[in-house]
């Protein structure tokens, strides 16, 4: 067995635990500024957008709560 560098299953956070990553932005913000925790948000979400199919990303932003959002910030919910 050859080691790809992967983490191993027993270590990789359980995909259901997204408060924990959640939790972890809060707790890197409590040490400073409250702008951390948006930023650490931030990353996340490219990350998870970089790890989307374009199939995921289309869903993700034509979801309910994703065109309620850029409603409320005055914009069209339809890409350009």
Known sequence: MSDTGAVPEK?????DRLDDLFGYARAHAATGD???WV???????????D???AEQRL???EHADTIALI???GE???PP
């Open 34 to 36: 409250t702008r951390v």
């Open 59 to 61: 869903q993700f932003r």
């Open 39 to 49: 930023d650490d948000l931030e990353r996340m979400l490219v990350v998870a957008w």
């Open 51 to 53: 790890l989307m199919t």
């Open 76 to 78: 069209s919910p339809l």
């Open 11 to 15: 270590q990789k956070p359980s995909p």
């Open 71 to 73: 409603e409320a910030a």
